[in-house]
């Protein structure tokens, strides 16, 4: 009987020696591919690394070359402010006064958008303001103006009835 006994807890403890053989050997090829991945990972995140730094110094770049390029802009907006405005103003003068020649000659509406080059309604105001004062062609080359009228003066209130244009 210890002979099968002695048999049996031997057996037993070959098959538990084997068991732990087993788990001991796939323990150790985890490990290994666990190793070899942290290895290739290792190598994947330096490349990211690299790749990531590349493109912090080409942000950087590029953030300097877009401050660049704002300053470059702001200067050339103020320098054309500066020339535009004075241009501006004087091509829209003349352009006003030849307007103003031109209904004092008794040109229409058309014609003088046609010939200044102003928005509908600026040449209806002017051809307003300036067509009872009309006068000759030649009378504007010797820059001789027709003598000035009176303002009318309307009374809206009804008090003065002298000054109501609706009772003539």
């Known amino acids: 009987m210890n002979d099968v006994l002695f048999h049996g807890i031997a057996l037993t403890a070959w098959v538990v020696g084997n068991v732990m053989l ?3 050997g796939f323990m150790a090829a985890r490990l290994y ?9 290792q190598e994947g995140f330096s490349s990211l690394r690299q790749e990531l730094k590349g ?4 942000l950087a770049a590029l953030s300097e070359r877009l401050t660049k390029l704002e300053l470059q802009i702001g200067q050339l907006r103020e320098s054309a402010d500066k020339q535009g405005s004075s ?3 004087d091509s829209d003068q003349k352009s006003f006064k030849i307007a103003t020649k031109l209904a004092l000659q008794g040109a229409n509406v058309d014609e003088i958008v046609d ?13 307003m303001l300036h067509a009872n004062n009309q006068v000759s062609s030649g009378s504007l ?9 009176s303002p009318r003066v309307v ?3 009804g008090k003065n009835s002298a000054l109501n244009p609706f009772d003539e």
């Open 33 to 41: 591919f666990n190793a070899a991945d942290a290895e290739s990972d």
């Open 87 to 89: 241009l501006g103003r």
């Open 115 to 127: 010939l200044c080059g102003l928005a509908r309604g600026e040449a209806e105001l002017i051809r």
């Open 155 to 157: 009374d809206f209130s």
């Open 22 to 24: 087993i788990a001991l």
């Open 55 to 58: 493109v912090t110094l080409s």
């Open 141 to 149: 080359a010797t820059g001789d103006l027709p003598p000035k009228r």
